[in-house]
């Protein structure tokens, strides 16, 4: 079974601070995890994935996450947030003896104050 | 190159009556899946799909149906639709495990639907 959890419904931040949308995921075996971003009226964009390697990933727009295997979690994180950076933030989960389709988080609304 | 492309956009249903949620990609993917997304539950897996011919229920399968007769299309069948229906379906879609580093999902741009 694979699930993952995204603790904050909504994530305040003033512009130019530093932003983190928190993901702890629970599977069997090794986790394939993966930031998706929705903005109001789209679909779904990817924006980076965790698969091997270094814990740090670096993603579009300038967002990067770390894979913490010991606290099961994969945050999300801009060190300088931008109003357009407002959106709905989904963490999702999948491994790589599982379900071919990943599970999503409920998702997290990021508001980003000028 | 269109990516996944979700028909209509918007619509509007009585309760008792069917349609069909269609859903297209050009990018020769192997796995598509629906989705539904209601306020504070997330996305939520209806059906997915391996490959034509294959699919498979999701975590809320009941009252849809869908076939894989092409690589290309996934449609979604609401039989006889209901208020609790009244949601916004994703399409994704992405490259099978084993031809990619397991690749991400690209979505359509979302069918909202209202069931009245």
């Known amino acids: 079974a694979q699930s993952v959890a995204q603790p904050e419904d909504q994530v305040n931040v003033a512009e130019g601070n530093p932003l983190t949308v928190k993901c702890t995921y629970s599977v069997s075996g090794n986790p394939y995890l993966f930031w998706y971003v929705q903005y109001p009226n789209r679909g779904l964009q990817f924006l980076l994935k965790?698969?091997?390697?270094?814990?740090l990933v670096k993603g579009s727009y300038g967002f990067e996450a770390e894979f913490n295997k010991s606290q099961t979690s994969f945050h999300l994180k801009k060190p300088s947030a931008l109003v357009s950076d407002s959106a709905l933030y989904f963490c999702?989960?999948?491994?790589?003896?599982?379900?071919?389709?990943?599970?999503f988080g409920r998702g997290t609304s990021l508001i980003v104050h000028p | 190159n269109a990516g996944v492309t979700q028909t209509p956009k918007f619509q509007v249903l009585k309760t008792g009556q069917s349609m069909t949620l269609q859903c297209a990609q050009d990018?020769?993917?192997?796995?598509m899946s629906w989705y539904r997304q209601d306020p504070g539950m997330g996305l939520r897996l209806i059906h997915y799909s391996v490959g034509a011919g294959i699919t498979d229920q999701g975590e809320v399968p009941n009252g849809y149906n869908v076939s894989r007769s092409t690589t290309e299309d996934f449609p979604l069948r609401l039989l006889s639709a209901a208020p609790s229906q009244t949601s916004v379906y994703f399409c994704a879609s992405r490259v099978a495990s084993g031809k990619g580093m397991n690749t991400e999902a690209f979505f359509g741009q979302g069918t909202r639907l209202t069931v009245v």
């Open positions: 990018m020769n993917h192997e796995y």
């Open positions: 965790y698969i091997t390697g270094d814990n």
């Open positions: 999702a989960v999948r491994t790589s003896g599982g379900s071919y389709i990943p599970t």
